[in-house]
T-cell receptor
Framework: GAVVSQHPSRVICKSGTSVKIECRSL??????MFWYRQFPKQSLMLMAT?????????EQGVEKDKFLINHASLTLSTLTVTSAHPEDSSFYIC???????????FGQGTRLTVV | AQSVTQPDIHITVSEGASLELRCNYS??????LFWYVQSPGQGLQLLLK??????LVQGIKGFEAEFKRSQSSFNLRKPSVHWSDAAEYFC???????????FGAGTQVVVTP
């Protein structure tokens, strides 16, 4: 299957700072990428859908000004958590789908801890 | 609104025994159904998916799932579990877009010797 890489795999940041998470499709062009977050021992919740070259579509209840998503190229989407607070600590996972793809491939996830 | 229910939060099974994980969904049309597995601290790996056709779907690692429309279920099975099957399993429903999923709460599988 295709490979989706997330970076970093773990990050610790201070409260009030911003942190950027990258999601890259390594061997295919990802026209659509999805961002999920997963709280400990809970399921994955879709945060937003991003299409290359256009603004992301956020799910209800997700603050677009706090979780900035950029999908500027066909192989890279970034999620920036702005002014992070401890309650933003979570596991963030992206998935990517190609134009002709019939499957979305998941990254390995990023563990964010805000202290 | 669509929803996915995994009734079992935690299942313990002996190595070599059979495993069945339950998944029920609520959706107005025929959904796209998926089972994913997640090892600790890792991303998700697709085990199998159902779109249409044969209601018994074969997946990787010896897993299979059966779509039962009358019961709105898509249960995952494996005849004989291995210690490496210990993980979190998620059932998911897709709608009109690949990758925009509604996930169930997950079932943690523990395999004992």
């Amino acid at each position: 299957g295709a490979v989706v890489s997330q970076h970093p795999s773990r990050v610790i940041c201070k409260s009030g700072t911003s942190v950027k998470i990258e999601c890259r499709s390594l061997d295919f062009q990802a026209t659509t990428m999805f961002w999920y977050r997963q709280f400990p021992k809970q399921s994955l919740m879709l945060m937003a859908t991003s299409n290359e070259g256009s603004k992301a579509t956020y799910e209800q209840g997700v603050e677009k000004d706090k979780f900035l998503i950029n999908h500027a190229s066909l192989t890279l989407s970034t999620l920036t958590v702005t002014s992070a607070h401890p309650e933003d600590s979570s596991f963030y996972i992206c998935s990517a789908r190609g134009l002709m793809g019939t499957e979305a491939f998941f990254g390995q996830g990023t563990r964010l801890t805000v202290v | 609104a669509q929803s996915v229910t995994q009734p079992d939060i935690h299942i313990t099974v002996s190595e070599g025994a059979s495993l069945e994980l339950r998944c029920n969904y609520s959706y107005g049309a025929t959904p796209y159904l998926f089972w994913y597995v997640q090892s600790p601290g890792q991303g998700l790996q697709l085990l199998l998916k159902y779109f249409s056709g044969d209601t018994l779907v074969q997946g990787i690692k010896g897993f299979e799932a059966e779509f039962k429309r009358s019961q709105s279920s898509f249960n995952l099975r494996k005849p004989s579990v291995h210690w490496s099957d210990a993980a979190e399993y998620f059932c998911a429903v897709g709608t009109d877009s690949w990758g925009k999923f509604q996930f169930g709460a997950g079932t943690q599988v523990v395999v004992t010797p």
